[in-house]
């Protein structure tokens, strides 16, 4: 079959559908001139007008909704970057965000973590919670394991933690950027309404933190630097850089660097004698 270069998204749609096995989903599998599923087993499955779908695969009938091309991308069993993929196709532009809780890290991806021994590095999720460390972040900033899980949330510790507080060398200026960047993110991520128990808590318990959130101002979390009086180490400067997971949206990799020589050697000591 020729290619429809003016045709993006049919050409996407009959890909898909011709990889899908017609037995997985109970339709007999009998003589087919085609692989995969007929246009009408997609659109039973997908809840839409035969009609309609054969539609979208020949380029016609105008764009789709975004609930359509939902229903398709579960007819189609589409993976997260495949309906992303759809919808810019379809509408020129990605989907809404739909927020889901991570579902915790690959040893991979913590291996990446351990591999940095002087730099603390932390992965944290779109509501700030912090789900994976190396021991120079347990030795520097703070030893999650030692929290629990609902407790390891960067927010809650800068609010409400005395030792985190004292630990920033402009706390308020600290805390400002911290709000800023949390709100921009949250709302990136589309996960307003996972965050509405975290600020209505933060906002009964901190007056500052009340404050700073209807401010209602964004900031970019990209890299700047971090003063911190260390208990053990006493001042210490780190530059600090973000970054996104491929593949795990729903997480972003902190790494922060030692800025000087004699830092990073101080640090490398730390984590020694604690045994990291």
Not at 45 to 61: D, H, K
Not at 171 to 197: K, Y
Not at 268 to 274: A, N, S
Request: glycine share 6%; charged share 25%.
């Amino acid at each position: 079959m020729p290619i429809d270069l003016g045709n993006h998204l049919g050409t996407f749609l009959r890909d898909r559908r011709a990889r899908l096995d017609p037995a997985t989903f109970g339709f007999a599998a009998g003589r087919r001139r085609t692989p995969g599923l007929r246009r009408e087993e997609v659109a039973q499955r997908a809840n839409i007008s035969p009609t309609w779908y054969t539609w979208l695969e020949q380029g016609r009938g105008g764009a789709p909704s975004a609930e359509v091309l939902n229903r398709l991308a579960t007819g189609l069993m589409l993976t997260e970057p495949e309906r992303e993929h759809m919808f810019i196709l379809a509408l020129g532009h990605a989907p809404e965000p739909r927020y889901k809780q991570p579902e915790g890290i690959t040893p991979r991806l913590q291996r990446v973590l351990d591999a940095l021994p002087t730099s603390p590095a932390i992965l944290r999720t779109a509501t700030w919670d912090v789900v994976a460390w190396n021991a120079a972040a347990a030795a520097l900033l703070t030893d999650y394991s030692k929290l629990p899980r609902e407790k390891r949330n960067i927010l809650r510790l800068m609010f409400s933690d005395q030792r985190v507080r004292a630990a920033q060398e402009d706390w308020l200026r600290v805390a400002q950027f911290v709000v800023a960047a949390f709100r921009a993110d949250a709302a990136r991520a589309g996960a307003t309404a996972e965050i509405t128990q975290l600020v209505e808590e933060l906002s009964r318990t901190s007056p500052e933190f009340e404050a700073l959130w209807r401010n209602n101002d964004i900031a970019s979390h990209g890299d700047g630097l971090k003063r911190l009086h260390h208990p053990v180490l006493g001042p210490i400067e780190l530059e600090f850089s973000t970054f996104a997971v491929e593949g795990r949206p729903d997480l972003t990799l902190m790494i922060y660097n030692p800025s000087t020589a004699e830092t990073t050697e101080a640090v490398r000591k730390l984590v020694e004698r604690r045994g990291g």
